[in-house]
T-cell receptor, first 115, second 114 residues
Framework: AQSVSQHNHHVILSEAASLELGCNYS??????LFWYVQYPGQHLQLLLK??????LVKGIKGFEAEFIKSKFSFNLRKPSVQWSDTAEYFC?????????????FGGGTRVLVKP | DTGVSQNPRHKITKRGQNVTFRCDPI?????LYWYRQTLGQGPEFLTY????????KSRLLSDRFSAERPKGSFSTLEIQRTEQGDSAMYLC????????????FGEGSRLTVL
């Protein structure tokens, strides 16, 4: 079955530390890849997306992600986190040939940044 | 605010009662999606519409669940004879009909079944 795995359920780090969140997917076809963020009490918002081209994509708020096709991975990174990055982060995938742009989400990683 | 709007934001009901949630998508978006999110999990796909046509339903959507989008604008999700296992956040999202279209999510409707 198609699935998206996020390796860490919880991450705790201090301000200015670097962040990397892992995401692997198990689709056989060509995919679009997304990272969404959910700040406390807010709706899911898009951080960044990969459709084609340069596998290193930059998103909002200093986040970036690298698509490694051979590893079926799309890891999210930020060199120096801030307290305001405390949130839950979701990796999501859709199959390009599938109808409807339906997204399949990973289980999420809850990130707590200590001031 | 021109984002995706959902209401009610919170609903507490007793087991066996029916509940209905409404979603108003971004106005020019012709695709509308329903997802369910339980604590500690990522959103799980339930169903989606292209205009007024319901094109796909997940196996998660039991016979007690029904969704409509009568005029291709707002949508409703009804749960009949609610069970405690239905307690979750119900998320609505909308998108343009593009291969690369991102989904825009509402704030969700939280259901608690007592």
């Amino acid at each position: 079955a198609q699935s998206v795995s996020q390796h860490n359920h919880h991450v705790i780090l201090s301000e200015a530390a670097s962040l990397e969140l892992g995401c692997n997917y198990s689709y056989g076809g060509t995919v679009n890849l997304f990272w969404y963020v959910q700040y406390p009490g807010q709706h899911l918002q898009l951080l960044l997306k990969y459709f084609s081209g340069d596998p290193l994509v930059k998103g909002i708020k200093g986040f970036e992600a690298e698509f490694i096709k051979s590893k079926f991975s799309f890891n999210l990174r930020k060199p120096s986190v801030q307290w305001s990055d405390t949130a839950e982060y979701f990796c999501a995938v859709n199959l390009i040939k599938a109808a409807g742009n339906k997204l399949t989400f990973g289980g999420g990683t809850r990130v707590l940044v200590k001031p | 605010d021109t984002g995706v709007s959902q209401n009610p934001r919170h609903k507490i009901t007793k087991r066996g009662q029916n509940v209905t949630f409404r979603c108003d998508p971004i106005s020019e978006h012709n695709r509308l999606y329903w997802y369910r999110q339980t604590l500690g999990q990522g959103p799980e796909f339930l169903t989606y519409f292209q205009n007024e046509a319901q094109l796909e339903k997940s196996r998660l959507l039991s016979d007690r669940f029904s969704a409509e989008r009568p005029k291709g604008s707002f949508s409703t999700l009804e749960i009949q004879r609610t069970e405690q296992g239905d307690s979750a956040m119900y998320l609505c999202a909308s998108s343009l009909d593009l291969q690369t279209g991102e989904l825009f999510f509402g704030e969700g409707s939280r259901l608690t079944v007592l």
